[in-house]
């Protein structure tokens, strides 16, 4: 399912191997949160809660 999940979403992944890829991140949560007009206050809690994810992946999985 992962695998499936992957290839149909290859060409919007970001590679999470530095700090701007983590920016990114942010700013791709950003906009599509505003793209579907999230609450501001939950889509800030989102973005906060996403560079954390992307920050650890860059940390700790190894080319994430």
């Known amino acids: 399912m992962i695998q499936a999940w992957l290839e149909n979403n290859a060409e919007s992944a970001i ?11 942010r700013e791709t ?3 599509v949160g505003r793209a579907i007009s999230m609450d ?6 989102l973005v906060t809660a996403a560079s954390e994810v992307a920050t650890n992946q860059r940390l700790h999985a190894g080319g994430g």
């Open 29 to 31: 949560v950003r906009q």
């Open 40 to 45: 501001p206050l939950r889509l800030e809690q």
């Open 15 to 25: 590679r999470v191997l530095d700090e701007a890829a983590v920016s990114q991140v």
